[in-house]
């Protein structure tokens, strides 16, 4: 019987604060060995300086601009081609996947109210799925992340190409200064961070309101959509066919909840979920507005398939300028876009690689902001590497999409099934918002995902290359988990702080069905001789419990469960790890 305390994360003695880690988990099999980390102490003049100067307050006015640039370049390129299926189909799609993300954003936006992880979905399925799946869903995040900031770069530096008038063989150069710009900005953090953030949001955001307030004059919908191409074309298969180019008008939106752990002053379960939650309606109305709007403009629908910057046309005749001139306007929103999923896949990787999930020196901070400027180096240089090949052999372009949002729906769909789990298993913790659609909200969101799936994997022409890709990098990640991550991993110190709970709640849980399947499978037999002989499955279990031990006022918990020994008056202060004899 081994006794480990849990110590607090912030102790105050005196005029002294000792942050001190809790515990450090390594996790084998049923094997737990645990570690304890010196204190560091720090003055509480130093911890104020620290707080108010280098790291400054998020609100959710920052979180709602962080997620208009991380997507707002979607509205600019690339959804258009789904106009070739008619406006109605992709009108109809558009509803769908916005639907399901603004379900999606509201049940994320309810577990974030009780567990504000900064590591995204893989920390949530972790405590549901289990670490493998957790891993998989981590990593496919990422490398959708890294992905998407290829494709934005390309289509950046294409339209940088376009307007200069500049030599296409330069490419490489102009993304890779791109990269060197965007990188030092994450990398700096602090007040540079946040004030490029809200400036390049706020100005991709206001261009989209200049576009569709300014073109209504134009705007003739019965005679450049209805009378101009079918409202339907291709049936079913046409449809499905479409069906994931929407998501482009949202991607991205979900990573918001990786700013978890940059609110400092204030409490991220509520800053962060109505962040979210208003970005994910904004980015709604922005896409049935530009859909709208773009479509209805002279010459017709009929054409805006074919364009590669679909509301050139429109400021066009806004400012009665060139094409080729308009495109100055689209760069704001699509340099914000690539700019943000940098943030996004670096603050993925670090939370895996704090986890031990990857490459101990992917979690390195810097000393003054704490940014993860390893992981977003190393990130920048695989999404880096996306942009070559994509340069030199160009048809790798026309199915880095479908890899993405494969890798995206499959992530979401988790993510789905966690918060049934969370709604279901851990109904007793605390939630300071509550998702007004519920379960039938996230059981929406599924489906409409899991049709994504099913319509990148057998309605695309790409001959399955999007689902052969992404199962070799699946394969790959496997063999590279079972052969050194799983014997490597551990908890955070983000999740020892904010996840540790569930997945004790979860072991307990999985204990008592272990128990009641045990005690169902044991079966009384007679053989031949009339000799009874009793049967039963045995196997090493593990279980997890939690003693009272009311040491000072501070509370790690607010909630009650049946299963665990503590209320909303004690704090966990103890677990008692204890090996059960397989013995009847």
Sequence with gaps: MVYVELLEDLRIRGDEISFISSIEFFIHDSTFLFKMRPSNMCSIDELKSHLEISKPACRPFEIWALGIAIVIGGDYFSWNSGISSGFGSFFIATLLIGSAYISLILSTSEMLSALPFAGGAYGLARCTLGFFPGFLVGCSEALEYIIYAAISAVALTSMLISLLGGDKKYQPLYCLVFYLVTSSIHIHGGSLFWKFNNLIGAVSILLVVVYCLGALAWVDFQANVVNTQPFFIGGVAGFLHILPLPAWFYVGVESLAFSCNMVLCGDPKVIVPRGSISCVITLFVTSIWVLFVCNSL???????????????????????????????????????????????????????????????????????????????????????????????????????????????????????????????????INRLFKSPLGLAGAWYAFFIYFFGIISVIGFQEDQQTALISTLVVWALLSAYYFSYAKYKQTFSADEQKILLVAHVINHNIRGAAQRRAKKKVKKVTVDKAGISSVKESSAMQTTFSVSKVPVYTKRLTTFKHPKLAFSSKTSIRRILVQPQSNTP
């Design 298 to 428: 002279p010459p017709g629908a009929h054409q805006v398939a074919s364009e590669p910057v679909p509301l050139n046309g429109g400021f066009a005749l806004i400012f009665r300028c060139s094409s080729t001139c308009a495109t100055v306007l689209s760069l704001p929103a699509t340099f914000a876009t690539a700019y943000g999923f940098i943030f996004s896949y670096g603050k993925l990787l670090h939370a895996l690689a704090a986890s031990r999930l990857l490459p101990e020196v992917l979690a390195r901070t810097s000393e003054a902001q704490g940014t993860p400027f390893s992981a977003i180096i190393c990130g920048s240089l695989v999404s880096y590497g996306i942009c070559l090949l994509v340069f030199f052999v160009p048809s790798v372009s026309d199915y880095l999409f479908n890899i993405c949002i494969l890798c995206a729906f499959v992530a979401y769909c988790t993510q789905c099934i966690g918060y049934w789990f969370m709604k279901t298993k851990f109904s007793r």
